[in-house]
């Protein structure tokens, strides 16, 4: 029988951020092989995750980065089942890890982000299946979103709970940064008008007639009073026509080009834990 050490212990517990007993009993069960003790904890995940497939995982972290010349960004949400885990520095530090991985390779959707190698042992997947044993909670991949321009912007708010990218048409910091936390804190539903999904465009359309035959108003004044609430919703949920938070005077495009004419907003991303 091999012999386990307190650093042999240690050695497996920060190679997979398993708890000291689960390592040493995992060690003990592979007789001292450190590559079967990974399969013997990464098995214990899979189990626990098959036992937790129906848990539902609404907390976690959210996770912005850009590249160093900031052309193109990532964001990721990793999701659990309890904010205390989701406030843990460790649960951060993988989600972030994860987020660097995404920001390297870029892949084009959620299933190349899990088929990505986590490190020379496991792929991310594997690494959030062995997670799920070690920590004992549901975790998942609960959105991610990439962009490309010429200047990308990210933000991260309220503590990892909603990360933002922005594109901008040109290079511009602190404009970039202002409009991602603009994006962060009012939730715009689209881009502009015309980016507004035309289900999202009927269903308010709909609202405003409703009101306005609850209000008495004349059959023939229905759709220009319909018509009317639909700009009214578009100033408020849409980004570019959104008063811009640090100046009420000024719309978010209007913001834009007082910084540099021809300024322009070309996409956003925002993924979010709560509403």
Do not use: W
């Not at 319909?226 to 949920?237: P, Q, T, V």
């Not at 959104?242 to 719309?251: A, E, G, M, P």
Request: hydrophobic share 45%; proline share 2%; with cysteine.
């Amino acid at each position: 029988m091999a012999t386990i050490t307190a650093a042999d212990v240690n050695k497996l517990r920060k190679q997979t951020g398993a708890g000291m007993m689960d390592c040493k009993n995992a060690l003990v069960e592979a007789e001292g092989d450190f590559e079967k003790a990974v399969d013997v904890l990464r098995k214990k995940g899979q189990k626990v995750a098959a036992k937790r497939a129906d848990r539902d995982a609404t907390e976690g972290a959210v996770i912005a980065l850009t590249s160093d010349d900031n052309k193109s960004g990532i964001v990721v949400m990793v999701n659990c089942e309890t904010d205390f885990v989701a406030k843990n520095d460790s649960f951060v530090a993988l989600a972030t890890a994860i987020a660097n991985v995404a920001l390297a390779n870029k892949p084009a959707s959620t299933e190349e982000l899990l088929a990505l190698p986590f490190n020379a042992s496991m792929t991310i997947g594997e690494k959030l299946i062995e997670q799920t044993g070690v920590i004992g909670e549901k975790i998942e991949i609960g959105g991610y979103e990439s962009l490309s321009s010429a200047f990308v912007a990210s933000y991260i708010h309220m503590g990892n709970k909603i990360g933002t990218l922005v594109a901008l048409s040109d290079v511009a910091e602190e404009a970039g940064r202002d409009i991602a936390m603009q994006a962060a804190a009012m939730n715009p539903v689209s881009l502009d008008k015309d980016s507004v999904p035309a289900e999202v465009i009927e269903r308010e359309l709909e609202v405003g007639r409703e009101q306005a035959r609850e209000e008495g108003k004349p059959e023939n004044m229905i759709e220009k009073i319909a018509m009317g609430k639909l700009g009214k919703f578009y100033k408020e949920n849409t980004l570019v026509e959104q008063q811009f938070i640090k100046d009420s005077s000024l719309t978010v495009a209007g913001y834009l080009t007082s910084v540099k004419a021809g300024l322009k907003v070309e996409a956003f991303k925002r993924l979010s834990l709560t509403v």
